[in-house]
Every structure is written in structure tokens, then in C-alpha cells.
T-cell receptor
Framework: AQSVTQLDSQVPVFEEAPVELRCNYS??????LFWYVQYPNQGLQLLLK??????LVESINGFEAEFNKSQTSFHLRKPSVHISDTAEYFC???????????????FGKGTKLSVKP | EPEVTQTPSHQVTQMGQEVILRCVPI?????FYWYRQILGQKVEFLVS????????KSEIFDDQFSVERPDGSNFTLKIRSTKLEDSAMYFC???????????FGQGTRLTVV
């Protein structure tokens, strides 16, 4: 069975500092990986995704994540965070193989990123 | 930009009552989903729906739950007899094809009292 582990429940950082939010997954089949962001009192928004091809994927607001198959990881990084990045970040995995689709997602418990001035 | 819309944004219901949560997926999407997020916990998959039938459901999705696509636009989640532990944020999602990402609605916060 698939599972997703986000090791850090909360990550406090100062503005303009770099950040890494960790995500590890377990799956016996090929996977598709996602990071979703949830701003306070809002729904889930897709931040970035890995489906195939280049293992380094980027979002439009400066985040990036690298798919590492040998370490079964998909860590999220940003070299310099802003106050507006304060949100909860969810890593998710799907296989879309056994009759399902990319929407059958297994989520991690989430990491709350708190950016302080 | 097309988006998944959910109504209502917040619903309060008494324990034992039936509740229907409504979703309008993006119009050309073929796969539909419901997820829930109990306060302080992770987002959990409930059910996926394709070609007018359930394609997969989790162990959470027991006989108290049902889904329906009554017309060409709406996708509903019904909870027959709500329990206190059904209090959660319920998210609807959809995607246009099997190998594409899901788009989520803003959620409906269900409070069972």
C-alpha cells in the first residue's frame, strides 16, 4: 500500500531564509507525486507535480521539488521565502495504475510553514 | 479560469440528520472525487467516480455515504445519518483524464452538533 510521510509537522523560518519541506513515500509501483498548498481558510491548490520526465520540477512562485527514486523522496525547497508563503503544504502520491486516476491521492499529514519577519 | 465550486461553504446539521454536499466540477472533466479533512488531521480520500459509477472507495466510505451525479454538472455527496465524527472539511475534486492532476474546490465545512 502507498503511504506518504512528511517528517516535519511545523517549520518556522525567517523571511528570506531558505526552506526545505521533506516528503518520503512508499510504493511498490511507479508513482506520481504532488505538492499541494493550503492557505489559511482556503482549499487545496496544486503547487507542483511530477508525472514523468525531468526529476526537478518547479512552480511559478519559486518553489521546486526533486523526485529521487532511490531515496523515495520528493522534498520541496525554496531558496528565499516570503511572508506570503505561510501556509500548510501537503505532499501527495498516486499511482493511477490499478484502475484509478491521478486524482486518487494519498496525502501526507502536512507541514505548516510559518514565515516570520 | 475554470474552477471546481462547492456549496455551501459551511453547513451545520444535527446528529442523525441527512446532509447533501454539492459540487460542480470543471465542465470537461471526467473523474470526480470526494476527500475529507478532519480538523488538524490529514486530507483523506473518500471516493472516486467515473463513467457514472464509483471506481474506488476508501474504508471510510461506508454505507452511510453515497455519491451521485444527478445531471451533467453536479456531483453530490450524501451522508445519510450524520455522526459527530463526520464533522470535517469536505473537498470535491475533478480531473479531465486519468493521467492529469486533480483540481480541488474550496471545500464545505460540515459541523455536526
Amino acid at each position: 500500500a502507498q503511504s506518504v510521510t512528511q517528517l516535519d509537522s511545523q517549520v518556522p523560518v525567517f523571511e528570506e531564509a531558505p526552506v526545505e519541506l521533506r516528503c518520503n513515500y512508499s510504493s511498490s509501483v511507479s508513482v506520481y507525486l504532488f505538492w499541494y498548498v493550503q492557505y489559511p481558510n482556503q482549499g487545496l491548490q496544486l503547487l507542483l507535480k511530477y508525472l514523468s520526465g525531468s526529476t526537478l520540477v518547479e512552480s511559478i512562485n519559486g518553489f521546486e521539488a526533486e523526485f529521487n527514486k532511490s531515496q523515495t523522496s520528493f522534498h520541496l525547497r525554496k531558496p528565499s521565502v516570503h511572508i506570503s508563503d505561510t501556509a500548510e503544504y501537503f505532499c501527495a502520491v498516486s499511482d493511477g495504475v490499478y484502475g484509478g486516476s491521478q486524482g486518487n491521492l494519498i496525502f501526507g499529514k502536512g507541514t505548516k510553514l510559518s514565515v516570520k519577519p | 479560469e475554470p474552477e471546481v465550486t462547492q456549496t455551501p461553504s459551511h453547513q451545520v446539521t444535527q446528529m442523525g440528520q441527512e446532509v447533501i454536499l454539492r459540487c460542480v466540477p470543471i465542465s470537461n472533466h471526467l473523474y470526480f472525487y470526494w476527500y475529507r479533512q478532519i480538523l488538524g488531521q490529514k486530507v483523506e480520500f473518500l471516493v472516486s467516480f467515473y463513467n457514472n459509477e464509483i471506481s474506488e472507495k476508501s474504508e471510510i466510505f461506508d454505507d452511510q455515504f453515497s455519491v451521485e451525479r444527478p445531471d451533467g454538472s453536479n456531483f453530490t455527496l450524501k451522508i445519510r445519518s450524520t455522526k459527530l465524527e463526520d464533522s470535517a472539511m469536505y473537498f470535491c475534486a475533478s480531473n479531465p483524464g486519468r493521467y492529469t492532476e486533480a483540481f480541488f474546490g474550496q471545500g464545505t465545512r460540515l459541523t455536526v452538533v
